[in-house]
């Protein structure tokens, strides 16, 4: 049971409540208690792909957290909010609709690094408190512009606008983004460039790091195989969140070794991250440099 279950999070579910879901699970299938935690934080109105850590694998969800994400959003223009999605009061509003050949010539001056300044409503710290706490009490939160990359920014599809066919009334992207990124200021500043204002009317996250919605399951099937205590056909293996780094197999004294905390030596291996393994089982996340291979993050299995 050290591994992943990637849930399909539904609408208005937070993240820390789909892991109170998973844990649930365990408890309903009677089995061993394990450490939960999730791999990166979605909105309660985005949905999508959550990556949840049993285990062992929670040592990787900080590696989850720094992974790159897709996401398709849907941008309906003409109105602000101040949260930037719908949950918000419109705080601006403008009668300018653009034109399709617009959008699409505008695009690619948001795909590469750019700088963003996240929401109001966000979980970021200003002086020790949320940004998000503070704006609700109705205070003025200034956050500082950050640097971001947008990998690929592309346009699904478009509604027009009533009685305007030439006019858009929302439009429909898929975005593969850096961490830190966030998709609803993202859409707010593509508004802005397009000479009227927008809010994010939907928001599901497709891809996170390797897991993607092919993999997800929903709730309900989560319930099911915990009543049926089948929960191990749906786990995936530690690993599965590591299969963009190289594999090391390592002898049983090395893996010993290892498992102590110290540094090999003179062994061959790809210099970077590497998956210590001794036969299938995952010994440790370590750091090759030089001739040293040094333990980054120790596995007990």
């Known amino acids: 049971m050290h591994g992943w279950i990637i849930l399909d999070k539904p609408l208005e579910l937070g993240s820390t409540q789909a892991v109170s879901a998973v844990k649930r ?28 850590a049993i285990g062992e694998a929670t040592k990787l969800a900080g590696r989850m957290l720094d992974a790159s994400k897709v996401y398709e959003f849907t941008i309906r223009f003409g109105t602000q909010t101040d949260t930037l999605d719908a949950e918000g009061k419109p705080i601006a509003t403008s009668e300018v609709r653009p034109a399709p050949a617009a959008l699409a010539e505008i695009l690619p001056r948001f795909t590469g690094p750019i700088e963003q300044v996240p929401p109001a409503y966000s979980a970021l710290k200003v002086d020790g408190q949320r940004a998000y706490d503070l704006a609700r009490a109705g205070e003025e939160v200034a956050l500082k512009t950050r640097a971001v990359t947008i990998h690929a920014l592309t346009l699904v599809s478009t509604t027009a606008q009533d009685g305007a066919p030439e006019r858009l009334e929302a439009a429909t992207l898929a975005a593969h983004v850096s961490k830190g990124t966030y998709i609803r200021s993202l859409a707010r500043d593509i508004a802005l460039a397009l000479g009227t204002v927008g809010y994010v ?66 062994i061959a291996a790809p210099q970077g991250l590497n998956l210590a393994l001794l036969g299938d ?10 001739p040293e291979v040094r333990v980054v993050r120790g596995f007990n299995l």
């Open 25 to 52: 699970a365990l408890r309903t299938g009677a089995y061993p208690k394990f450490k939960v935690g999730h791999g990166g934080t979605l909105d309660p109105l985005a949905t999508g792909v959550l990556p949840v």
């Open 201 to 266: 009317t939907m928001l599901r996250r497709t891809k996170a790091g390797p897991f993607t919605l092919d993999l997800a399951i929903s709730l309900d099937k989560l319930d099911e195989m915990a009543k049926a205590r089948t929960l191990e056909q749906i786990v995936l293996p530690l690993t599965a969140g590591l299969d963009d780094i190289p594999a090391l197999s390592v002898t049983p004294d090395q893996a010993r070794l290892l498992r102590q905390g110290q540094v090999l030596i003179g």
């Open 281 to 290: 089982i995952p010994v440790a996340l370590v750091e090759a440099d030089g």
